[in-house]
């Protein structure tokens, strides 16, 4: 069978539940390959499972929308209907954008149109996708991790504390005045 896959998966072992609808207990599966757009999963022998159901992975609470894309003999394989997609936006609104959603909503000139706020919103759930997508294509163990941009600013700021703390402050030099000589600042 050709790959028509959007996205390489990765091989893994995790133990998830499928849950049915109206079904009252999870069936214990295992995924053996995962993509942010799907998986295959393995189920128990003589386990019927519907054409849509959702599956909660490891030990999480948050189970997802999938569809049976393909069954095989040894298991199935599954589309996310929403991969992490809706997880990124939630996210982004609770972390980044919550104020102005909030602002736009309370706002009745603005009512039913689309707002900069909801453009930029999903400018930056599109470009998170974008990366996910392009570094799962990649393999992760082929990338070396981003450095911390939290952490490169706080280093800066270290370094210039270390800076003025052995400058003698009444040593200061002004910029140069007109006639080419710096002043003297006094310590107050």
């Known amino acids: 069978m ?3 896959r959007r996205v390489q ?6 133990e998830a539940r499928i849950f049915i609808p109206r079904s009252s207990a999870p069936i214990p599966c295992v995924i053996t390959d995962i993509s942010t757009h799907g998986s295959f999963v393995r189920t128990p022998k ?10 909660s992975i490891g030990m999480s609470s948050l189970p997802r929308a999938c ?13 996310f209907l929403d991969p992490v997609r809706h997880e990124v936006e939630e996210i982004l609104i609770e972390t980044a954008f919550k104020e102005e959603l909030l602002y736009e909503a309370l706002s ?13 919103l999903r400018r930056a759930v599109n470009a998170v996708m974008d990366l996910i997508e392009r570094r799962n294509a990649m393999g992760w163990e082929h990338i070396a991790p981003l450095p911390d941009p939290f952490e490169q600013a ?6 210039a504390g ?5 400058a003698s402050p009444a040593k200061l030099t002004a910029p140069a ?3 080419g000589q710096g002043r003297r600042l006094t310590a107050m």
């Open 177 to 179: 005045s007109s006639n």
């Open 46 to 55: 003589n386990v019927s499972i519907p054409a849509n159901f959702d599956l």
């Open 67 to 79: 569809r049976i894309a393909r069954r095989e003999g040894d298991g199935f394989g599954i589309e």
């Open 2 to 4: 050709s790959d028509r």
């Open 108 to 120: 009745p000139a603005l009512d039913g149109e689309v707002t900069m706020t909801q453009v930029r």
């Open 154 to 159: 706080h280093q800066t700021l270290r370094d």
């Open 9 to 14: 998966r990765q091989q893994c072992n995790l």
């Open 162 to 166: 270390k800076a003025l703390r052995h």
